[in-house]
């Protein structure tokens, strides 16, 4: 089955600064990353996803990328403010199951 | 109301107690998903439901026994539960698949949180 492994588990940054979370995955036959962010005490919520046949993908400060060759990819959070704090999954998925890493804490610091 | 919803929010049982933990969607979608989230561990799915019909079992223990009644509402029946089996449990649901196709955005509910005494 899919393996999916997430790095770093923690991570904090200065207000302002770059976020760079990363995910690699095992099955070459998953087509479907999405990422979620769950607040303290929340709901898990697409941020943010991508498909096979996109490298790369931007919605404002967040941007994800592909590379389907070395199976992994990558969440990119530019200009991080303070609600940006949360834990943060990424997933593979190549039909209707959705197999996630473990989490990233990130903590953006005022 | 709009989106994923579950009920109980909040569960304390004893370990021979019986409970339910319901999940209403209102997105029109036709799959629906249990995981249990514990800490340090990833998400992990537990029941897959597609048009009603259950097509995934994770090894999930017996003690877990899912119903789908029909494409909006999903439960989770407990029973004779133990202390290891506390976390959060969300519900998600999504559009039906096809084999071959990329897979369908998931969307959660805010979860059951439960405690086995």
């Known amino acids: 089955g899919e393996n999916v492994e997430q790095h770093p588990s923690t991570l904090s940054v200065q207000e302002g600064d770059s976020a760079v979370i990363k995910c690699t995955y095992s099955?070459?036959?998953?087509?479907?990353f999405p990422w979620y962010k769950q607040e303290l005490g929340k709901r898990p919520q697409l941020i943010i996803d991508i498909r096979s046949n996109v490298g790369e993908k931007k919605d404002q400060r967040i941007a994800v990328t592909l590379n389907k060759t070395a199976k992994h990819f990558s969440l990119h959070i530019t200009e991080t403010q303070p609600e940006d704090s949360a834990v943060y999954f990424c997933a593979a998925s190549g039909s209707y199951q959705l197999t996630f890493g473990k989490g990233t804490k990130l903590s953006v610091i005022p | 109301e709009t989106g994923v919803t579950q009920t109980p929010r909040h569960l304390v049982m004893g370990m021979t107690n019986k409970k339910s933990l319901k999940c209403e969607q209102h997105?029109?979608?036709?799959?629906m998903y249990w995981y249990k989230q514990s800490a340090k561990k990833p998400l992990e799915l537990m029941f897959v439901y597609s048009l009603e019909e259950r097509v995934e079992n994770n090894s999930v223990p017996s003690r877990f026994s899912p119903e789908c009644p029909n494409s909006s509402h999903l439960f989770l029946h407990l029973h004779t539960l133990q202390p290891e089996d506390s976390a959060l449990y969300l519900c998600?649901?999504?559009?039906?698949?096809?084999?071959?196709?990329?897979?369908?955005?998931?969307?959660f509910g805010p979860g059951t949180r439960l405690l086995v005494l």
């Open positions: 998600a649901s999504s559009q039906d698949w096809t084999s071959g196709s990329p897979g369908e955005t998931q969307y």
């Open positions: 099955d070459s036959a998953s087509n479907y």
């Open positions: 997105l029109g979608h036709n799959a």
